[in-house]
């Protein structure tokens, strides 16, 4: 009887598992289609999309990216990832948000630069800007991390700290930077030891890692931000798909991951797991943290409805990526949504990305 029993329960499992993937794909069609479309018209490349919804989760890689695992430059995604490696030493009590960046950064001093603090660099106040003037000749150069760290302490504030919003890959630069001084670990290590591992994000890398440029999906670099080289054809020695680009895995944008690693990081905060953050300052991170009047933000997150897609409640936290990635979590309908795509944001209005997540938005709804 317990053999009977046990082939039965067998039997089950195996015609549920089909039957489960096909009432998955049924509920998330609409997104599919948007990408299967978008693909088909060659307008995208390479594609993942992936969701979790209360615990079940769907994959499903389109074009060229050949497997749910494909591993995308995230772009802007990275700031989240990178700022959570940061707040596993506040974890460890070696800084506290509201220390002035000077206490670690000595060099940054003067013109207002003392009254900037922590919290200012991890939600975009600093008044630092977002790409140093001369960032495009530094990437010609292939000057290394610390010559951007150099020019961002020396980089002119556009206003008093604390009081407008100006988003900032500099301001993440510092932070990250500091994390450096602390624990006298390559920021690319530290994410490695402090997020990926203890995530079980396998197929993710703050640069190349261990991987290789092969192994990565390229980006399609037309109608790309100004930044990345588009245009340029001089640019393909420091562009998004450079062997140097890749390999330098900036803390604002240098990040390669995959959907369902995208997902694993999403989830240490929609869950509270305690993985690698404490549960107190994975809730902490995801909340506001800018006063009234002032752009919402959380501590590398974005926060609020608008860091979802339309329908997503006021609780939604997530980031956009310039190479045409996007991802939140709605902690009201206990969902994550990560799209992955290889065609810039700027490139298409609306963008793939943007209406397949519109999509899944509106499926957890119905």
């Known amino acids: 009887m317990q053999r009977r029993a046990f082939l039965e329960t067998s039997l089950g499992y195996a015609l549920a598992s089909p039957l489960l993937a096909a009432v998955h794909k049924q509920r998330w069609g609409d997104a599919v289609d948007v990408l299967e479309q978008a693909v088909a018209k060659k307008q995208v490349e390479s594609a993942v999309l992936h969701v979790i919804h209360k615990g079940e989760s769907f994959t499903r890689a389109f074009g060229k990216a050949g497997s749910p695992d494909a591993m995308f430059l995230i772009a802007s995604i990275s700031k989240p990832i990178n700022v959570a490696a940061v707040m596993t030493l506040y974890?460890?009590?070696?800084?506290?948000?509201?220390?002035?960046?000077?206490?670690?950064?000595?060099?940054?001093?003067?013109?207002?630069?003392?009254?900037?603090?922590?919290?200012?660099?991890?939600?975009?106040?600093?008044?630092?800007?977002?790409q140093l003037p001369n960032n495009q000749e530094l990437r010609k150069q292939h000057a290394p991390l610390s010559e951007f760290v150099k020019h961002a302490l020396e980089a002119k504030l556009a206003f008093v700290p604390g009081t407008k919003y100006q988003y900032s890959s500099m301001g993440i630069l510092l932070a990250v930077r500091i994390a450096e001084v602390l624990t006298d670990m390559d920021h690319r290590t530290l994410v490695e030891r402090k997020i990926f591992q203890p995530l079980g994000m396998k197929h993710s890398a703050q640069g190349l890692g261990r991987f290789q440029l092969s192994d990565m999906v390229p980006c399609q670099l037309a109608?790309?931000?100004?930044?990345?080289?588009?245009?340029?054809?001089?640019?393909?020695?420091?562009?998004?798909?450079?062997?140097?680009?890749?390999?330098?895995?900036?803390?604002?944008?240098?990040?390669?991951?995959?959907?369902?690693?995208?997902?694993?990081?999403?989830?240490?905060?929609?869950?509270?797991?305690?993985?690698?953050?404490?549960?107190?300052?994975?809730?902490?991170?995801?909340?506001?943290?800018?006063?009234?009047?002032?752009?919402?933000?959380?501590?590398?997150?974005?926060?609020?409805?608008?860091?979802?897609?339309?329908?997503?409640?006021?609780?939604?936290?997530?980031h956009t990526g310039s190479t045409g990635t996007l991802c939140w979590a709605d902690p009201e309908t206990k969902t994550v949504c990560v799209v992955l795509t290889s065609l810039p944001a700027r490139a298409a209005r609306p963008h793939p990305r943007a209406l397949a997540a519109a999509k899944i938005a509106a499926a957890v709804r119905r």
């Open 223 to 318: 109608g790309a931000a100004p930044e990345s080289g588009s245009g340029d054809p001089k640019a393909k020695y420091w562009d998004w798909n450079s062997l140097y680009w890749r390999k330098l895995g900036v803390p604002w944008g240098g990040t390669h991951s995959s959907g369902p690693d995208v997902g694993r990081f999403l989830l240490e905060f929609l869950e509270a797991r305690g993985q690698a953050l404490k549960p107190a300052t994975a809730r902490l991170m995801i909340r506001n943290h800018n006063p009234k009047g002032i752009a919402p933000r959380g501590l590398g997150f974005n926060v609020g409805e608008k860091a979802g897609s339309p329908g997503c409640s006021p609780s939604t936290f997530g």
């Open 91 to 130: 974890d460890q009590k070696q800084f506290r948000l509201d220390d002035p960046v000077r206490k670690y950064l000595p060099q940054f001093t003067g013109e207002g630069r003392d009254k900037v603090t922590i919290r200012h660099l991890l939600t975009h106040v600093s008044g630092l800007p977002d």
